[in-house]
């Protein structure tokens, strides 16, 4: 059966795929799923001599069923093309007897790139299949990365307009600039003074707001998401963990059928999701490694069965990691709840309440296919200092922290399955974290002062999109309370 799209909080109702693209979140609150995950046409051995675009076109056409597939295929093109700065997309990079498969090689350098440098194509042609005519406005909740990579596919695309919140004290200075140097007439970004979950409360509670809804429908206006709850995001996700295993395969490193292990440093839980989709269309995974910073939430969950997010903020080194409601886990609660949506929706409203809840034991049986493990901030330099002696390899925070959990999970078990480790970002993007850990003696300088040593260091020249902010004006300087988020949005928007 063609998979359709329900929420997970409610029966009942189905949607088509761009429909469901266009909400973003489902009406009820919910995260829309597919009511069943498809397996794909072509053999794993004949999709290992495809490119990116080509296994893209073989994975998004099963979940994407109402595109044409010239509008599928027109999306791929104008998504994967020289914005990236190279022709693999997505290259699986061994060192030290691991894979990383690194996912910065687009427009911002972080892995959000992947999927959001085709949102933009498939949202506007999903808006034209269902003959919207009120633009879109793009409201969305960033950690660091997502605001860039979302500004960046977004700017100047006709019939959308974006408005980014980023937590003011809460990204690097790198992210920063990129978000506040970003052109074009369509964008607007504003810093708040809480954290990143304040931010996406905020645009939750927007998403939510029937009122407001009703308001900018009688000025032209509806809302939509690029945060990883769009499926729109998701799917796109899933590709390259499809094409990174079918490298492998192509290469003979591994045999038909032998599983391989991903391990994924999660915050919002999108990424890691869209592998356990991908296991689920019949790649062949051991374990999915779920790789946490210090705010372990996620960890926990995976020893005890209880998401407890009654704890303390921990800003990190890897920031785009700093989240203690993963939005994208109630995804996988509802498949693991046995597609129950009542259970689901008790589940989240008990989170609401008082910032928990608890799987049951059946629930919690489900969930083998996962390991958590976490890495204290120690750690994580540490394992940056590890990988660069030995190899030369100089990898981000993020993928550092993945990096470390892999390591310590290996040790601890003996596992010895190829293992395939999501690298989320470029050094470049958090150059003193990544730099103090290689040399105590680069300790307080400033991302910016510390590119060109970085240049030296890792011998992979400065990205492009490092080079264009070093000298780029400050476009936007917009800060609000988070309680004005709405306030500041209506300001935006005239109404
Ligand atoms: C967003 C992000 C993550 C976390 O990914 P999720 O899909 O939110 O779990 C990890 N690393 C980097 C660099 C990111 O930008």
């Given amino acids: 059966m063609e998979p359709m799209y329900r929420s997970t909080r409610s029966e009942g109702k189905t949607v088509t795929a761009s429909q469901a693209i266009l909400k973003g979140l489902a009406e009820d609150g919910g995260l829309f ?6 397996s794909l046409d072509k053999s794993f051995a004949d999709i290992a001599k495809l490119n990116y675009q080509e296994t893209a076109y073989e994975v998004m056409k099963k979940f994407f069923t109402d595109f044409t597939e010239e509008e599928l295929k027109n999306c791929i093109t104008k998504a994967y093309d020289d914005k990236f700065d190279t022709k693999e997309i997505a290259p699986l990079v061994e060192k030290d007897g691991t894979y990383y498969l690194e996912l910065f090689h687009g427009a911002t350098i972080a892995f959000k790139d992947m999927a959001l440098s085709i949102l933009p194509h498939l949202l506007t042609t999903s808006a034209k299949k269902n003959h919207i005519t009120n633009e879109i406005v793009i409201l969305t909740a960033t950690s660091g990365d997502t605001g860039k990579a979302a500004l960046a596919g977004f700017a100047d695309v006709e019939g959308t307009s974006i408005i980014v919140f980023y937590p003011k004290n809460g990204v690097s200075r790198i992210q920063e600039r990129q978000m506040v140097t970003q052109k074009g007439k369509n964008t607007k970004v504003v810093g708040i003074t809480g954290n990143f979950d304040d931010a996406q409360s905020g645009v939750k509670a927007m ?42 395969l192509g290469q003979g490193v591994v045999k038909e059928g032998e599983p391989v292990n991903f391990v994924v440093p999660t915050g919002n839980f999108g990424n890691i999701l869209a592998a356990y989709y991908a296991k689920n269309m019949g790649v062949p995974v051991g374990k999915l490694i779920c790789a946490s910073n210090e705010n372990k939430v996620l960890f926990d969950f995976f020893e005890t069965g209880v998401y407890d997010k009654n704890r303390d903020f921990i800003l990190t080194t890897s920031p785009s990691m700093d989240i203690l409601i993963s939005s994208n886990l109630e ?23 008082d910032g928990k809840y608890e799987v049951t034991d059946e629930m919690k049986a489900q969930l083998k296919d996962f390991v958590g493990g976490w890495a204290s901030e120690e750690e994580c330099a540490a394992e940056i200092k590890r990988v660069y002696d030995k190899t030369g390899y100089v990898m981000d925070t993020h993928t550092a922290v993945a990096s470390a959990v892999y390591h310590a999970y290996k040790e601890k078990t003996g596992d010895t399955a190829k293992t395939i480790i999501a690298s989320t970002a470029s050094p470049y993007k958090f150059g003193t974290s990544v730099m103090s850990a290689i040399d105590e003696k680069y300790k307080g300088m400033d991302d910016f002062a510390l590119i060109d040593e970085l240049e030296k260091v890792s011998g992979t020249k400065v990205p492009k999109a490092v080079e264009e902010i070093r000298s780029a004006p400050v476009l936007h300087d917009t800060v609000c309370e988070t309680e004005d988020m709405q306030k500041t949005v209506e300001g935006i928007l005239g109404l």
Avoid: H
Avoid at 33 to 38: A, E, N
């Fill in 33 to 38: 799923v597919p009511t069943s995950i498809p």
């Fill in 207 to 248: 998403f939510n707001n029937k009122e407001l809804a009703k308001t900018m429908a009688e000025k032209g206006y509806q809302f939509s998401s690029a945060n990883s709850i769009n499926i729109g995001r998701l799917v796109p996700q899933v590709v390259y963990y499809v094409y990174s295993y079918t490298r492998l």
């Fill in 331 to 353: 995804r996988l609660i509802f498949k693991i709840a046995g597609e129950n949506a009542k259970a689901t929706a008790d589940m989240m409203n008990s989170l609401a309440t």
